[in-house]
């Protein structure tokens, strides 16, 4: 039977699936919407699988967080190009999986995946039926999520996703500090501290770090009586460019944020401590996908 392009566009709609694909699965069920809907599901679940070992590098973080800003979370979806990144359908996905691990806190990704999302199918079927119907892999790589227990949390999403920081703090000023929160929160974005403060750092990396400044130090010809205060000096400028307390404030470079938070807390009638905090930038430590697009098109054409 002849298929109309208001059925093809229907079953898009439906679907979300490729112009071809659902005139294809219209003429294989005959016109029958239901089965075509059924069979480009087939379909493009069995070739989600093949699409799963494609670098997915590209995408977004995405942040969800309480109403009374007690507890966020952000995480890290990715997929294979920066195109899809900003489709709708894939946005609105990661947004639902950043709701979900705010108000059923998995433990890792694995419970994640596990849970029940939704139409009560696990987040893993969820994610095979995106990448069927965006044609891309997917993957959720990672999330964080903090607060509760009298804490409070603050969110931050970078360049449209490309960074994400998520801030715990805690005290009696925390509660009425969220501009504050967010202020410390965009200042991690720009800043990237290693650790909330010495204490945090890892030694073998401080130990690194001081023999490097010792070599240097010999190698420039320093005598061995002032090496060490040479060292001792280069390793305060490490931990004050890497510790988030000892930083310069970015909107106030007089102050470090440790300085920011007890001048707010005189301000606000209470302590204000950071307990914790994540940053996650988009991709980092994934292989990156080298794509020639005109190749790739080329390909499917031909």
Same mark, same amino acid.
């Given at each position: 039977?002849?298929?109309?392009?208001?059925?093809?566009?229907?079953?898009?709609?439906?679907?979300?699936?490729?112009?071809?694909?659902?005139?294809?699965?219209?003429? $294989?069920? &005959? =016109?029958?919407?239901?089965? #075509?809907?059924?069979?480009?599901?087939?379909?493009?679940?069995? !070739? /989600? %699988?093949?699409?799963?070992?494609?670098?997915?590098?590209?995408?977004?973080?995405?942040?969800?967080?309480?109403?009374?800003?007690?507890?966020?979370?952000?995480?890290?979806?990715?997929?294979?190009?920066?195109?899809?990144?900003?489709?709708?359908?894939?946005?609105?996905?990661?947004?639902?999986?950043?709701?979900?691990?705010?108000?059923?806190?998995?433990?890792?990704?694995?419970?994640?995946?596990?849970?029940?999302?939704?139409?009560?199918?696990?987040?893993?079927?969820?994610?095979?039926?995106?990448?069927?119907?965006?044609?891309?892999?997917?993957?959720?790589?990672?999330?964080?999520?903090?607060?509760?227990?009298?804490?409070?949390?603050?969110?931050?999403?970078?360049?449209?996703?490309?960074?994400?920081?998520?801030?715990?703090? $805690?005290? &009696? =000023?925390?509660?009425?500090? #969220?501009?504050?929160?967010?202020?410390?929160?965009?200042?991690? !974005? /720009? %800043?990237?501290?290693?650790?909330?403060?010495?204490?945090?750092?890892?030694?073998?990396?401080?130990?690194?770090?001081?023999?490097?400044?010792?070599?240097?130090?010999?190698?420039?010809?320093?005598?061995?009586?002032?090496?060490?205060?040479?060292?001792?000096?280069?390793?305060?400028?490490?931990?004050?460019?890497?510790?988030?307390?000892?930083?310069?404030?970015?909107?106030?470079?007089?102050?470090?944020?440790?300085?920011?938070?007890?001048?707010?807390?005189?301000?606000?009638?209470?302590?204000?401590?950071?307990?914790?905090?994540?940053?996650?930038?988009?991709?980092?430590?994934?292989?990156?996908?080298?794509?020639?697009?005109?190749?790739?098109?080329?390909?499917?054409?031909?």
């Amino acid at each position: 039977m002849p298929i109309t392009a208001s059925q093809v566009k229907e079953l898009r709609t439906k679907t979300g699936a490729g112009m071809m694909d659902c005139k294809k699965a219209l003429q $294989e069920t &005959e =016109g029958d919407m239901a089965k #075509a809907v059924d069979f480009l599901r087939e379909k493009g679940l069995a !070739a /989600a %699988s093949k699409k799963a070992g494609r670098i997915a590098a590209e995408g977004a973080v995405v942040a969800a967080q309480s109403a009374d800003s007690t507890v966020g979370c952000i995480v890290e979806v990715n997929s294979e190009t920066d195109f899809v990144a900003k489709n709708d359908l894939f946005r609105t996905f990661a947004a639902a999986v950043a709701e979900h691990i705010l108000a059923h806190d998995p433990a890792d990704v694995d419970a994640l995946l596990a849970q029940p999302m939704g139409d009560g199918r696990p987040v893993s079927e969820h994610v095979k039926e995106q990448i069927a119907t965006i044609g891309e892999n997917l993957a959720v790589r990672r999330f964080a999520r903090f607060g509760g227990g009298g804490k409070v949390a603050t969110t931050y999403i970078h360049m449209q996703g490309k960074i994400g920081v998520l801030v715990e703090m $805690e005290g &009696e =000023g925390a509660a009425k500090a #969220a501009e504050v929160g967010r202020d410390i929160a965009m200042h991690i !974005a /720009a %800043s990237n501290p290693l650790a909330l403060q010495r204490a945090d750092l890892d030694e073998a990396e401080v130990d690194h770090e001081r023999q490097i400044f010792a070599a240097q130090a010999k190698e420039s010809g320093k005598p061995e009586k002032v090496i060490d205060k040479i060292v001792t000096g280069r390793l305060e400028k490490f931990f004050a460019e890497n510790c988030l307390l000892e930083q310069p404030f970015v909107k106030d470079t007089d102050l470090t944020v440790a300085q920011l938070l007890a001048n707010k807390a005189k301000e606000l009638g209470g302590p204000i401590t950071v307990t914790r905090f994540v940053r996650f930038e988009l991709g980092e430590g994934l292989e990156k996908r080298n794509e020639d697009f005109a190749a790739e098109v080329a390909a499917q054409l031909g």
